[in-house]
């Protein structure tokens, strides 16, 4: 009842969400990278502080935490809006949103690249929830009616841990995007390859401090998303969960940096394939295959395996634009 009330609510903001992520790219590479964060950040604080106020003071429960969301999104999508007529390197008019082919066929492979990486990872994450719940019904301890929920209450907030330092990385590599760019259309490819490096250390960084959360302290990352009062079963699942479902973080991290610095650089289909064969040939086929033999636990290390193979593949691809990005034929 709860999440259709709130599902139907929050549909509503769909359009101007969209919107709002579509143009803050846009305005990063118009050369306003704080404004493009000032916006989204708006629109979240006013979520958070709307939130309270629409669901304690109005009461109106999920009604009022859907509303406050697509509030905050309307204020991202307006002040979009306002820098789109104020932009600095161009100055739209009506020819400006005429359909053009020749760019469609240039920016519509590199979309797609984006898109089917959303798909694919939701289908993986799919896969996992279908396994986490076939196989923790026959578990000795979780196929009982009183832990039944626990298998698929961990691996939420693991899943949401993941979520959270993966944003970080994609964030990181985002950012290349524009200089990246310019670098290369500048003929400056010795910027754009010391720019890569920086990224993979940044990215490796990421994922290293995630990891030592993740194998150091998953109790008390537990205890935030207020499950400190569980059972031993939940905390012992958690933090079995925890270590080995977030133990190749560097790598996912590396992954992800690669797979959006090689859309940067127009390698739409090594991107692509980067990103299906992880979320899609790995991801949903060890989810699926090693429960067989494994069980719960072959749930919780399909995501470690699949980052390593991703990983492997991940080091050609790298490899192969150093050598694209070599120092040879540099403009002055």
Known sequence: MYAKEYFFYISLGIPFYMFGQAVNPIIRSDGSPK????????????????????????????????????????????????????????????????????????????????????????????????????????????????????????VGIVMKFFQIVISIAVGMAAGCIPVVGYNIGAGHKNRARTLFTYLLIGEAAVGAAALILAEVFPQQLISLFGAANESAYYTEFAIQAFRIYLCTMILACVNKGTFIYLQSLGKAAASTLLSMTREVVFGVGFALLLPVFFGLDGVLYSMPVSDILTFLIAVVLIRNTYKQLAFCGEKV
């Open 35 to 154: 404004f493009a964060m000032v916006s989204t950040l708006t629109g979240a604080i006013t979520n958070m502080i709307l939130d309270p106020i629409f669901i304690f003071c109005f009461h109106w429960g999920m009604t009022g935490a859907a509303a406050a969301t697509v509030l905050g999104q309307i204020l991202t999508a307006v002040m979009s809006v306002w820098y789109l007529r104020h932009m600095k390197a161009v100055k739209l008019q009506r020819d400006s949103f005429r359909l053009s082919a020749s760019l469609i066929r240039r920016f519509l492979p590199l979309g797609m690249c984006s898109l089917l990486s959303q798909i694919s990872l939701v289908a993986a994450m799919a896969a996992v929830n279908n396994m986490i719940q076939k196989y923790g019904s026959a578990d000795p301890i979780f196929g009982q009616a009183e832990y039944a929920q626990i298998p698929m209450a961990v």
